[in-house]
């Protein structure tokens, strides 16, 4: 039906351009006279002149023939003038026979004829105007009144292809449990969580949880964004969320998923002026659909947000969204856990294994875990390997962190010296500290906006830090500035993002955590979260004097943490100089290497010989894998092309008795 008024409509169209032509067209005739506009004086000279032979006046027109298929014509300012033309020129002459006096034709069609062209194209407009109301044709204009949900039906994902969120799921089995059994719940005078939050930072699953949720019930899923809601016309969201509900209610039980719900769920009057605008009417019609006189049993209602402090309390209260689950970032146990979901159709070479490399990824979403193997695989795929190994991953890590690596970057000696101290002196100060993570990679390849970086390899995930991890953070963030210093006959910018940092550490652990004697226990810093609405009101809670307080003893203790890393450095200047003359040399160098260099176990120079011979055999190992692959490739392109020209051959034997087996093939053969 729909491929029907598709065409319908391109047909109308058509024929109404045609019929349009059609009826503005004069036969062939006329499009061959040739007619000039001439002034009402010059049309006065050609009739003293008698160089006109046919006059026609209709209304203040005046046309008269000059030659054949040739006509001249004027208007006059009124029908006085005309009547004037008419007594002076033409009757004169009309009466000598010098000149024929022509009235213009009566139309001579019947009514229906003249009116049936203006009934045809009124009705094609109209029908035409039916068909965009009711979504016919290639747009829906007149639909922006309807829900713009999209259900999804034989959703295929359930709780077994989700990874890393066990207590997550045991809460959404509920749900599903409900969905499948409605029956138990109801005896047991039970009442279903009508609503379900999924709360957490973007990337964390919250999204696929629920789409696992739905394919474990069997019912209908329905999805759709919270800006999708909101439009410019008044009115209109609260008609959307109407017709997502009154769709729902038609397939109960099933889901609803609004994903991003803050972006219609914000906290009413927090506006500028506290206007009750379109957006407010949307959220004030989904709270009644929630929970209003009208039932909506059978409908569980789930919804994603990263900013649940700025939604309306209204909209959390019991009997909306009874329930929050927060879908955090997962510990070293769930990454490792989606490291082997994700890589199940990727082939892994022998030396990767997910518990260091889940080590290696805290803090990163299932979504970031997703993205850095498949970049993997592409690196992989781009020097033609058969199987992804543990250096592509490290740089799969290494590009979606920092950047691609600015290897043709033009650097200079002096810069890059600069670099290697800088680094060196991050390194060392950390090995030196106690209680501090250790050094995974030191390097001087630009990436991104910086120009080189030392990475650290936590043991495990820390739910809180300690005020000397944190201390240690900022002793180690002055290393690269003190190693300028002690190395250099100058400082550097280069260490304005380690001030930046130590400065945020030292603020924090200062007016947020109470670590500091000077001012106590007390939290000055408030929650950071910034919210145009709460903002307006918001005030400072302390003195003057506590905020000159604050500054000075952030500036005491980014200065111990100075002179402690100034001093480690001066202690360990052997190592200092070992670590940044093999940066120099060989650019990259990972936590073995560098554990090497620091102990005095390795120097510069043999480290330097040791990884051009591992670069050398990496490199024939490369090319040969190379080699391999692409004999694979061919080989199974040629088996590819053996079974199309089988299936050729089986579907034309019918008509040239070819036979439809192989093993037939081979017995033709052998007579």
Not at 490 to 500: C, E, K, L, N, T
Not at 593 to 619: I, N, R, W
Not at 623 to 650: P, Y
Request: aromatic letters at 8%.
């Amino acid at each position: 039906m729909k491929r029907f008024s598709k065409n319908l409509t391109v047909y109308l169209l058509l024929f109404a351009v045609v019929f349009g032509v059609a009826f503005f067209f004069n036969d062939a005739k006329t499009a061959q006279i040739k007619q000039t506009e001439i002034e009402l004086s010059k049309f006065i000279n050609y009739l003293e002149r008698e160089k006109i032979s046919e006059v026609e006046i209709s209304g203040v027109t005046i046309k008269g023939k000059v030659a054949e298929n040739e006509y001249v014509y004027c208007y006059a300012p009124s029908s006085y003038e005309i009547a004037i033309i008419d007594e002076e020129y033409l009757f004169p002459l009309v009466k000598e026979g010098k000149i024929v006096y022509k009235s213009p034709k009566p139309s001579t069609g019947s009514f229906w004829i003249n009116v049936l062209p203006n009934i045809i194209m009124i009705g094609a407009m109209v029908f035409l105007l039916y068909i965009m109301m009711n979504g016919g044709g290639n747009g829906k204009a007149f639909q922006f009144a309807k829900s713009r949900a999209r259900q999804v039906k034989g959703e295929k994902t359930t709780f077994d292809d989700v990874a890393g969120l066990e207590e997550e799921k045991a809460e959404l089995e509920e749900i599903v449990d409900f969905l499948k059994n409605p029956g138990k719940y109801k005896e047991l005078g039970a009442r279903i969580p009508k609503g379900i939050l999924l709360v957490g930072p973007p990337g964390t699953g919250k999204t696929y949880i629920s789409k696992a949720a739905a394919g474990e019930a069997g019912v209908p899923f329905f999805t759709i964004s919270g800006s999708d809601f909101v439009e410019m016309f008044v009115g209109v969201g609260a008609s959307r969320v109407r017709d997502l509900f009154g769709e729902a209610k038609k397939n109960s039980p099933c889901i609803v998923f609004i994903d991003e719900i803050d972006a219609v769920g914000r906290k009413r009057g927090s506006g500028i002026g506290g206007g009750h605008d379109e957006r407010e009417q949307t959220l004030n019609q989904l709270l009644v659909e929630m929970d209003g006189f009208a039932p909506n049993s059978g409908i569980i209602v789930m919804a994603a947000t990263n900013r649940p402090d700025v939604l309306d309390p209204a909209l959390l209260r019991p009997g909306r969204f009874d329930r929050q689950i927060v879908i955090g970032l997962p510990d070293v146990k769930g990454r490792e856990a989606i490291i082997k979901v994700h890589s199940r159709n990727k082939p892994l070479a022998e030396d990767v294994t997910p518990e260091i490399l889940a080590r290696r990824t805290m803090g990163c979403t299932p979504a970031d875990l997703e993205n850095i193997l498949n970049e993997a695989a592409l690196i992989t795929a781009r020097r033609n390997g058969r199987f992804i190994r543990m250096e592509e991953i490290e740089e799969a890590i290494r590009k979606v962190e920092m950047g691609p690596a600015k290897k043709s970057k033009v650097v200079t000696d002096e810069e890059k010296r600069l670099t290697a101290y800088h680094e060196a002196g991050h390194a060392v100060v950390s090995r030196s500290l106690p209680k501090h993570m250790e050094v995974h990679e030191v390097t001087i390849v630009p990436r991104g906006r910086a120009g080189g970086y030392t990475m650290y390899l936590p043991e495990d995930d820390n739910l809180f830090q300690t005020k000397q991890e944190m201390y240690n953070h900022i002793v180690t963030s002055m290393g690269g500035r003190v190693a300028e210093k002690l190395k250099l006959s100058d400082i550097s910018v280069g260490a304005s993002g380690d001030i930046q940092q130590a400065t945020n550490i030292a603020r924090e652990m200062v007016t947020k955590y109470g670590f500091s004697d000077e001012l106590g226990n007390v939290n000055y810093g408030g929650d950071g979260e910034v919210f145009l609405g709460a903002d307006l009101t918001a005030h400072k809670t302390y003195s003057e004097d506590t905020a000159k307080k604050i500054d000075e003893e952030i500036r005491r203790i980014i200065g111990e943490a100075f002179d402690l890393a100034e001093k480690i450095l001066s202690e360990n200047d052997d190592k200092l100089e070992r670590v940044a003359q093999a940066l120099l040399l060989v650019e990259t160098i990972d936590g073995a290497q560098f554990e090497a260099l620091y102990t005095g176990e390795m120097e510069p120079s043999d480290l330097q010989k040791s990884v051009e011979e591992a670069s050398k055999l990496q490199k024939a190992q490369d090319e040969e894998e190379a080699k391999e692959t692409e004999r694979i490739l061919q080989e199974k392109a040629a088996i590819e092309e053996r079974e199309a020209a089988l299936r050729r051959a089986q579907a034309a034997g019918g008509q040239f008795g070819i036979p439809e087996d192989e093993d037939d093939w081979d017995h033709k053969e052998g007579e």
